[in-house]
DNA sequence: CGAAAATTTTACCATTTGGTAAATACACGA
DNA sequence: TCGTGTATTTACCAAATGGTAAAATTTTCG
């Protein structure tokens, strides 16, 4: 009996809830949380403000629950990245995963990119409580690898920094990226080919020139 | 004779147009343009708002100063990659100071991710007139050392893109970065290493990367 | 000094924005 | 079909915010 209200949603409280965070993910993604206002939300959703408001408590609570819903979805990747698997094929793999998640999720990204830049006021507990220890897991997991000469000696902490760093500049960086690159179609399997020599070279640096 | 209003500006003009843009800069940072306000400014240059507009045409002219005069000092570090000298030194000499700027100007790393986070809303002709002749020259600079077999065979774009990216995660991601990594003296000096090591690994080995 | 120009303050204003109260329309099970 | 709880709209409001007018103050310079 710990929860206070717990009426069971109905089909069209689910309905609407999901119109309502998508179209909030879409205008806070491109405006922030500041640059987005309740109206253009509501004007997104197909809804007016007071019903919008009748869903959630308020702008906060929106941001709130796209972000932890979102956190899920974003710490997948990592998770899936298996101890017991072959190291190099686990970490491209990982890299390639994030670099899929960037492209195809573009807008959680910069909602993400947007809340860390802005020093996390609306997620500090979230890192600490999930972030932090998948992180420190897997960091312990790819020294392992290191421990018993699997890979080259690199920085784990470093490692995974590079990696975020690298596949969300494709989604965050977009303004960026689109000017400077003409528009082609292969720059998705560009980028993907570049990260893959980046991060297998740094694997394996004193290898033999071939291996496959 | 094509200036409008010419006069020169007094002394107390230039301190107080430094000191506006210091405080926006810290504020906008913080912020982003539109979680920033006029009285937050205005508070933290330690004049009345109305003072600050006597100054500026408003909000936004603050803003746009300030992101045409980073202009400058965010693409010293590229320009300074020199054609004639030894490619890894030229390229792994760029990635540190590109890092120092990250660890050195944070405020203005952060505004300039924001800016673009947002789409570059009053940056799309600086990106196009100033970033991307500057970009194509550097990148035309690598192709030549790759034709001319002193690197291995990279993607000039994406190479400058992974530089950018990793360099800058260290400020623009700082919340996540500060949770993540405890508190160490040491962290400059090993994300320095990681990152020389990282790129220096990408540019050593002259095999051509298999296709498959 | 003293007047003109530059600078700063005081007192406002219009708009935007997050949010609410209450009335109204609707859905759905008995 | 009817009544009850659910969903939605209408009409607001108070605070915040970008910005202005004009008076008052300070600086500059002949």
Known sequence: MSEVSAKKPSRIQRRNRRVILDAALNIFAQHGFRGATLDQIAAEAGLSKPNILYYFQ???????????????????????????????????DYVQRKLDMARDLPRESRLFAGEILQGAPHMGPHLESDLKPLFDEKCAVISGWIDQGKIAALDPQHLIFSIWATTQHYADFEAQVSVLLEEEAANRQRASNHLRSLFSALLRPHTPPQSS
Chains 1, 2 share one sequence.
């Open 58 to 92: 308020g702008k906060e609570d929106i941001h709130v629950s796209l972000l932890s819903q979102l956190m899920e979805t974003w710490l997948d990747p990592l998770v899936e990245l298996d101890p017991q698997g072959d190291p190099e094929t686990e970490i491209l």
